[in-house]
């Protein structure tokens, strides 16, 4: 009767007092909660509304979708309302953790979630993201809830709070919790966790979706149920693991990155990458185009913004860009129709895809032929001619580059960019800063020496271990080797090499 009831009539919160910080669901009404529940987040969606959520990977925080949409279906993408999210301090007075803005929402199809992409990466080693249950609430269990929301004293807490819950039951999509005196979900709590320990570790149950919010401040005083649903997270791994994994460099939607390249016979070529080390880092190829050799600049980049990744080229013959967009699918299927994105490109000379100024949308650097001026053309979040906003100018003098491509070489979430210099072959990372115009790059530092043996450099995350590699070809003998991304900064940014593959000469590697 009590789930049966909540999901019947679900919070009203539109007659939250003014003085109040709205959330789309209700906080816990309990103790202050331990330091090491750092991994629990505050998520701020601008002045409308304040929630919690939980780091479950380095650059990902799950919530719930009514956080960020009433009927808990926020569009895909770029949140509608600046947000910013704070990770790694159970006191909000303190200064530890990070503050980041969310970049990008998924959502899920058909439950109360939503993954929030913040604009870089959590590096602190004390901030570990929770693991995820893989078994789900049984009748009687205890879990533990955590959130940032009202107490019976408080409008907004500068402190998390936590308090143990009674499961009552658990459907297939949701967890029905008993509250009491001491435990109650408030206004701010939506999206927080319900947390159990097995074997020492912790993870997470499910995620609060609403509640009857009995004796939280500025609730009905006759209300006095304390019941909570919450939404299972135990049966999502698969939609979490997808999600983060996704790259720019993902042609077939498994989340590894791939290679694309074509002949002089422009039969276009996909390897899919297998996320392994050593021999057998690409797996067997498969067709997916005819007449590329009409395409003179070709890279990969996720520039439709749906999580697959596509080919961005540039025709020969008249200098208009292209988007070929990925569909995921295997063979002949693995692009759509292509659409136009721009024209008079045979200005540019060099040209790469990647979120520059880490708004979330994929943008399209260039490097003006006559003079060597690096441009940046942002993405707009539309489709067709509409694709790419007003470029603005990040660099000069890079014609001193022979190479430039671009990758999170550093592993702090922004795109970087690598270049070899001309004159003597040293490599060279110039990290993003996630600002526009002049001050997108950073002091560059070197990462490499004698690179002028390889004649084909990019980069991707081709082992699958979080840090983005650089894969390169022996100009020698047309080798492939990927070089493995340590996570470490300047000379020892990449460690010992490894061979992916042989005969890649005649090729043109996108």
């Known amino acids: 009767m009590l789930a049966a009831t909540l999901l019947a009539a679900p919070v009203v919160l539109s007659t939250a007092p003014a003085t109040a910080v709205p959330g789309s669901a209700p906080t816990i009404i309990g103790a202050d909660a331990p330091a090491q529940l750092n991994y629990v987040a505050k998520i701020n969606v601008g002045e409308e509304a304040a929630c919690t959520g939980t780091l479950v990977d380095p650059q990902w925080v799950l919530t719930a979708a009514t956080c960020f949409a009433s009927d808990g279906r926020p569009p895909a993408g770029k949140p509608a309302i600046n947000t910013t999210v704070t990770v790694g301090r159970t006191d909000l007075t303190q200064t530890s953790g990070s503050v980041l803005s969310a970049i990008r929402l998924v959502p899920h199809a058909d439950r109360d979630l939503v993954l929030v992409k913040l604009a870089a990466r959590i590096t602190d080693p004390s901030i570990a993201p929770v693991r995820l249950a893989t078994t789900p609430a049984a009748a009687g269990e205890q879990l533990v809830k955590a959130g940032f929301g009202r107490t019976r004293t408080e409008w907004v807490p ?20 008993n509250g009491s005196d001491t435990a109650t979900v408030c206004k701010g709590d939506a999206g927080g966790p319900a947390l159990r320990t097995v074997n020492g570790i912790t993870e997470l149950v499910s995620v609060n979706s609403r509640s009857w919010q009995g004796g939280c401040l500025g609730n009905d005083p006759a209300e006095t149920r304390t019941g909570a649903v919450d939404t299972r997270v135990d049966d999502v791994r698969d939609w979490v693991d997808h999600t983060v994994s996704r790259n720019p460099d993902d042609l077939t939607g498994d989340g590894k990155a791939d290679v694309a390249a074509a002949r002089d016979d422009g039969i276009l070529w996909i390897y899919p990458g297998t996320g392994n080390a050593s021999g057998s880092t690409l797996g067997t190829r498969f067709q997916a185009g005819t007449s590329w050799q009409s395409q003179d600049a070709v890279t990969i980049g996720d520039v439709s913004n749906d999580g697959i990744g596509d080919l961005l080229s540039r025709q020969a013959s008249d200098g208009t860009l292209w988007v070929y967009p990925g569909t995921g699918k295997p063979g002949m299927e693995a692009f759509a129709t292509r659409y136009q994105v721009g024209r008079s490109w045979l200005t540019q000379d060099v040209t790469r895809t990647g979120d520059f100024n880490s708004d979330g949308r994929t943008d399209v650097l260039t490097r003006q032929a006559s003079d060597g001026t690096l441009w940046v053309y942002p993405g707009t979040g539309k489709s067709g001619m509409e694709t790419l906003g007003t470029r603005y100018q990040v660099g000069t003098g890079w014609k001193s580059q022979d190479i430039i491509t671009n990758g999170d070489l550093n592993n702090d979430g922004r795109t ?24 997108t790059f950073g002091t560059r530092y070197q990462v490499g020496r004698s690179w002028q043996t390889q004649n084909a450099v990019r980069t991707g995350d081709f082992n699958s271990d979080g840090r983005t590699d650089v894969l390169s070809r022996q100009a020698s003998d047309g080798t492939l080797w990927v070089y493995p991304g340590t996570g470490k900064p300047g000379i020892d940014t990449l460690g010992t090499r490894y061979q992916a593959g042989t005969g890649w000469g005649p090729y043109r590697i996108f």
């Open 416 to 439: 970087d960019v690598l270049s070899r210099q001309a004159s003597d072959g040293t490599l060279w990372v110039y990290p993003s800063t996630g600002k526009p115009g002049m001050e």
């Open 158 to 177: 500068d402190k998390l709070h936590s308090g143990t819950f009674a499961v009552a039951s658990t459907t297939d999509t949701a967890v029905n919790l």
